[in-house]
């Protein structure tokens, strides 16, 4: 995730504390007090990236796979426009 969308949901901060931020987000069960905040984003951020596809590469990566993004995209709009 770049620097630019950390800061637009979250604020200005410094190159150290969006390093934390970034930690924080992967980790986020172990921050109680900001982790409905840091929920919220993972969320909002995954169902955006659902849209253009990049998500399927999200998942891909979460598994170490590599994956053609645009390739898997089309063939899955193809099945659902079928359906």
């Known amino acids: ?4 969308t950390l800061v637009a949901k ?14 924080k987000i ?3 069960r172990f921050f109680p007090q900001e982790m409905q ?3 919220n984003f993972i969320g909002e ?3 955006s990236r659902i849209e ?18 645009a390739k898997v995209f089309a063939i899955a709009q193809q099945l659902i426009a079928q359906q």
């Open 1 to 4: 995730m770049d620097d630019a």
């Open 10 to 23: 979250f604020g200005q901060m410094t190159a150290d504390e969006l390093v934390f931020l970034r930690a």
């Open 26 to 28: 992967s980790i986020a």
């Open 37 to 39: 905040q840091l929920l």
């Open 45 to 47: 951020t995954f169902a």
């Open 52 to 69: 253009n596809g990049k998500v399927i590469g999200d998942m891909a990566d979460v598994f170490g796979k590599p994956v053609d993004e």
